[in-house]
């Protein structure tokens, strides 16, 4: 079963709009740990941030921010003031803590497309 | 630091051929991992190493062989390149342990084609 679904395929939208990205997870596990990755055009995985199950502070980093909320096991995702370099798929993913290995599930990805 | 590398960027395979796509990280990560990304369905992982000589197989592995070697090279073959293998590859490391260390770090990606 998927464990982490991004219901959203494909956003577009007009530079400086925000944008938000959603991503829902789903685990038994009381410590788990969430991630978001940016894959531009160019292909590579960008790692953009790491949260984990006991952390429920709200993060913001520049134009970037991130609203964990366990109660509806959402993870969100927003940029502010959208540019065209933040046209890109965006990846959710889960790690389980009874998986030692620590394997990523990933949510099928959201595109985003910032036009001028 | 050069991170993750993978070769080849790009590959064309005909049904039937066997070629070995590598990855190689010098950050001195004992965990070592190969992902599959296919349109609509995110990334899922074919193999993975907690250390060298000691390999399991992940959600997708039919098809694919690993070895792992020494710390830095996790090599990834196909025996016998069937088109449903068509893909992106990608490589990732990270440290052992968990919490903190459990942040993977992605090479840039092999495309493959099978024809």
């Known amino acids: 079963a998927q464990k982490v679904t991004q219901a959203q395929t494909e956003i577009s939208v007009v530079e400086k709009e925000d944008v938000t990205l959603d991503c829902v997870y789903e685990?038994?596990?009381?410590?788990?740990?969430l991630f978001w990755y940016k894959q531009p055009p160019s292909g590579e995985l960008v790692f953009l941030i790491r949260?984990?199950?006991?952390?429920?502070q709200n993060e913001i980093s520049g134009r970037y921010s991130w609203n964990f909320q366990k109660s509806t096991s959402s993870f969100n995702f927003t940029i502010t003031a959208s540019q065209v370099v933040d046209s890109a798929v965006y990846f959710c993913a889960l790690s389980e803590g009874s998986d030692s290995w620590g394997k990523l599930q990933f949510g099928a990805g959201t595109q985003v497309v910032v036009t001028p | 630091n050069a991170g993750v590398t993978q070769t080849p960027k790009f590959q064309v395979l005909k049904t039937g051929q066997s070629m070995t796509l590598q990855c190689a990280q010098d950050?001195?990560?004992?965990?070592m991992s190969w992902y599959r990304q296919d349109p609509g369905m995110g990334l899922r992982l074919i193999h993975y190493s907690v250390g060298a000589g000691i390999t399991d197989q992940g959600e997708v592995p039919n098809g694919y062989n690993v070895s792992r070697s020494t710390t830095e090279d996790f090599p990834l073959r196909l025996l016998s390149a069937a088109p449903s293998q068509t893909s992106v590859y990608f490589c990732?490391?990270?440290?052992?342990?968990?919490?903190?260390?459990?942040?993977?770090?992605f090479g840039p990606g092999t495309r493959l084609t099978v024809l």
């Open positions: 950050m001195n990560h004992e965990y």
């Open positions: 685990t038994r596990d009381t410590t788990y740990y």
């Open positions: 949260r984990n199950s006991f952390d429920e």
């Open positions: 990732a490391s990270r440290p052992p342990g968990a919490g903190f260390n459990f942040t993977q770090y």
